[in-house]
Structures are given as structure tokens and as C-alpha cells.
């Protein structure tokens, strides 16, 4: 199993001015399904610890497994030994080569374009509401071309009845199936 993971920001407005959340997320990069594994606008080396620690159900299985990071200043010592009891080797990638960590980088772009780049962000929970509904489009919903433009997890039925929408995200977000 190979996971990735990475932060990606974006300026929320708050009472006091904008300010900008960091999102650390971990991509496997077979199935790419993604874990948000959290928000804030202090990232610092102990939050990324303690948060990572909340996903450690991703490495449970005794199979041999590997993480890739970038080299952010934000990943300590202690968040690469947090994988060491599960099998997990983690491969820091150099600096400025974002396409030796594609997948996230890819994913990234893709919930910057699709839905965050659309909206103006009111506070910490709006952010968290997005992010939220935008990962449950991707991980169920929304197709993926490099596993044959299907939705994660797909399995073709029988069309019958009419065609339906599901609107998410004020319609920025619409999934069409046979209802």
C-alpha cells in the first residue's frame, strides 16, 4: 500500500482579516481516496503529530507500506517514526519536485479548481463544511481518470428510470445518475 501526503492553504476571512488554513491530507494512491486528517492556521510541528496520529487506522495491516512527504518543515522527526511500528517506510522527496509526489499534488489542484477556488471562505467551520462535502463528492462520486473515469469504489448497474441530479455546494458541485 502506498499512501502520500501533503498540506495545501487557503485564505479564510475572519472577524479579525483573512488568515491563512493549512489542510493536511493523505491520498492512497491506488485507490486515491482521500483522508482530510485536519485544518488550522497554526501548523506547527506538534499539531501534525498529534493529527496524524488520528489516521493511524490507514497503516493497521501487517503489509509493507509506504508514505511519501515532501521535505515541509512542518513534518518533525517524530511524525516519520509514528509509521516505523506499521511497516511503513516514509520517503521524503526532494525540495521543489512536486511531480515526485504527483498524486497529491494532482489531488491539490483538483479541490483547488473543482470547489475551493469558487468560494469565499467566512471562517474556520465554512472552510471545514466545504472541505467536507467536496471529499465526500471525490471519494464517491466524482470520476476519476486514472482508473477509467469511474467513481472510487464503482460498480456499474442497470440504467432504469430517469436521469437525477445531486447538487452539492450551492450547485458548484452536480453528480447525475439513474434514479
Not at 31 to 47: E, N
Not at 111 to 120: A, G, P, S, W, Y
Amino acid at each position: 500500500m502506498c499512501q502520500a501526503c501533503d498540506f495545501f492553504t487557503k485564505t479564510v476571512w475572519t472577524a479579525l482579516g483573512p488568515k491563512i488554513f493549512h489542510v493536511l491530507f493523505f491520498i492512497n494512491i491506488r485507490t486515491r481516496k482521500v483522508h482530510i486528517a485536519g485544518i488550522t492556521a497554526k501548523p506547527d510541528k506538534k499539531w501534525v503529530v498529534d493529527t496524524t496520529k488520528s489516521l493511524s487506522f490507514l497503516f493497521q495491516d501487517r503489509t509493507k507500506k509506504l508514505l511519501i512527504r515532501d521535505g515541509d518543515a512542518k513534518f518533525p522527526k517524530e511524525f516519520d517514526e509514528l509509521f516505523r511500528p506499521h511497516n511503513a517506510e516514509v520517503k521524503r522527496i526532494p525540495y521543489r519536485s512536486p511531480n515526485l509526489n504527483p498524486y497529491a499534488e494532482g489531488f491539490v489542484g483538483t479541490i483547488k479548481r473543482e470547489c475551493l477556488d469558487h468560494f469565499f471562505v467566512f471562517g474556520e467551520e465554512h472552510l471545514k463544511y466545504l472541505i467536507r462535502e467536496y471529499i465526500d463528492h471525490y471519494n464517491t462520486k466524482r470520476p476519476h481518470s486514472g482508473i477509467n473515469n469511474e467513481p472510487l469504489g464503482y460498480r456499474p448497474r442497470k440504467a432504469k428510470g430517469k436521469i437525477k441530479c445531486q447538487s452539492r455546494l450551492g450547485g458548484m458541485i452536480k453528480h447525475y445518475y439513474w434514479g
